[in-house]
């Protein structure tokens, strides 16, 4: 019986003595790592995310991400990008025609009424009566926004007639002394069966007078304004975005009439923009737009986008950026109709996330990146800094700097390593050996109690 009570403990035991014990992490068990700069004494620090991690790391939840001080890793939390939201919706702008006699270079007399608040309660031209006028610039009141603009867009008689011109953008103060402010093109403009409608000027709020002109080369036919906003991005212009321009091989597996191109990122940027420029000049295309995050994975469909890259009369004219969800896929896909071999260049825009660490510790602080088969760590800085930033504010985070990315394991860390599991191989030999054991001894043990009945009988 004391056999069999010690063969059970010794089979209990096995799948404890079978199981790995985990080995600390090391720099390295990593690809790649940064050192990390801290000035200051405060507790916790904050890094933008460089390019590079993205493409080190072989998660796209940058899971495989790790920060350690002398000693070992330190709590770390990984932010995704959060742009703050303008809460200021477009404002309609007052606009008034400035006029000269057709024919003539000089511009009529001028009549302004100004409020009290500074903005335009009247405006006239004279000195012309009797002669034809012609429509030679607009003033654009904007003295009753409290934002500078990141953009103004248009709206004029007459749409759908083919035109393009090019326009300058003025501002002023005192409607006297005016400052070049941006140069841009109006058009609206039909080709190849699409239409084409160009009605934005992007300021990027540089708009600081009270006052705006528009104008457009004397002797060109200009615009008849019906209607002229000011608005503001939704995105935050505190943290730029970067842009990763792509180059396309030829996709093989284009369906007949069609062509298509393929791009990879070489990493898991989290893009929200897209743009596509056109190698060709007077060219129009609307492509379909397809990523995913892996070579097995199935193409979704993100976008479409009409692209153009013309000149008109001078004026040249390109598509802009596409603001898409954010995602992380490594590998897109371009689709359009077969006309042109040559392919687009795709350029994303992406907005890096933020590392947040606890500087606790000694120093040098690395960032190590990039391991096969490493899981996300929980962490809970994320409670500390929601418990604390209220009271200390952003006194709590000291911005940290990377220097430049150097190799650790390299390549041999990207790769999950297959060794024999001798430790399986182990376990199941126990337990089958333990259960040849057990029914051997029941066999024995079967035998002398059928012995001991046959001596009775």
């Known amino acids: 019986m004391n056999r069999l009570l010690i063969l059970l403990l010794m089979l209990a035991a096995a799948p404890c003595l079978a199981k790995d014990d985990p080995q600390p992490l090391r720099l390295e068990d990593f690809a790649y790592g940064m050192e990390l700069k801290v000035k200051g004494n405060s507790p916790v620090a904050s890094l933008s995310l460089p390019a590079e991690v993205y493409q080190g790391c072989v998660r796209p939840d940058l899971g495989d991400l790790r920060v350690f001080n002398s000693n070992g890793p330190v709590p770390h939390l990984l932010r995704p990008p959060q742009p703050e939201q303008a809460a200021h919706p477009a404002q309609s702008l007052p606009f008034f025609p400035l006029s000269t006699p057709s024919g003539q270079g000089r511009a009529a007399d001028i009549g302004i009424a100004i409020g009290n608040n500074g903005a335009l309660i009247a405006f006239s031209t004279g000195g012309a009566e009797k002669a034809e006028q012609a429509i030679a610039a607009y003033i654009l009141d904007s003295s009753a926004l409290k934002q500078r603009p990141d953009w103004l867009e248009f709206a004029w008689q007459g749409q759908g007639r083919q035109f393009s011109v090019s326009v300058q953008l003025d501002s002023s103060d005192d409607l006297n002394s005016w400052q070049p402010l941006a140069s841009a093109a109006l058009a609206e403009l039909s080709f190849g069966g699409h239409k084409l409608l160009r009605n934005r000027i992007e300021l990027d709020g540089k708009a600081e007078g009270k006052y705006l002109r528009l104008t457009w080369p004397q002797g060109k036919e200009g615009i008849s304004l019906s209607a002229a906003q000011a608005g503001y991005e939704s995105e935050t212009r505190a943290q730029a975005r970067s842009l990763l321009p792509l180059n396309g091989t030829p996709d093989p597996a284009a369906a007949p009439g069609r062509a298509a191109w393929l791009y990879s990122t070489g990493g898991f940027f989290p893009a929200d923009q897209l743009n596509i420029r056109l190698p060709e000049q007077n060219a129009l295309a609307e492509f379909a ?169």
């Open 289 to 457: 737009i397809f990523s995913r995050p892996d070579e097995q994975a199935a193409w979704q469909r993100r976008a479409s986008l009409l692209a153009w890259r013309l000149t008109v009369d001078g004026v040249k004219l390109e598509n802009g950026l596409l603001h898409l969800a954010p995602v992380t896929d490594r590998y897109w896909r371009l689709e359009t109709e077969a006309g042109s071999s040559a392919a687009p260049v795709l350029e994303l825009g992406w907005l890096p996330g933020q590392l947040v660490f606890m500087a606790q510790g000694g120093p040098p602080y690395t960032l190590a990146y990039g391991r096969a088969g490493l899981e996300p760590v929980r962490s809970q800085v994320g409670q500390l800094l929601k418990a604390a930033e209220p009271v200390s504010g952003s006194k709590l985070i000291e911005a940290a700097q990377a220097e430049p990315q150097r190799v650790l394991a390299g390549q041999a860390a990207l790769e999950i390593k297959k060794e024999f599991p001798w430790r399986v191989w182990l376990l199941w030999a126990g337990l089958i050996a333990g259960v040849l054991v057990v029914g051997a001894m029941a066999l024995k043990l079967f035998r002398e109690m059928n012995g001991r009945s046959k001596e009775t009988a």
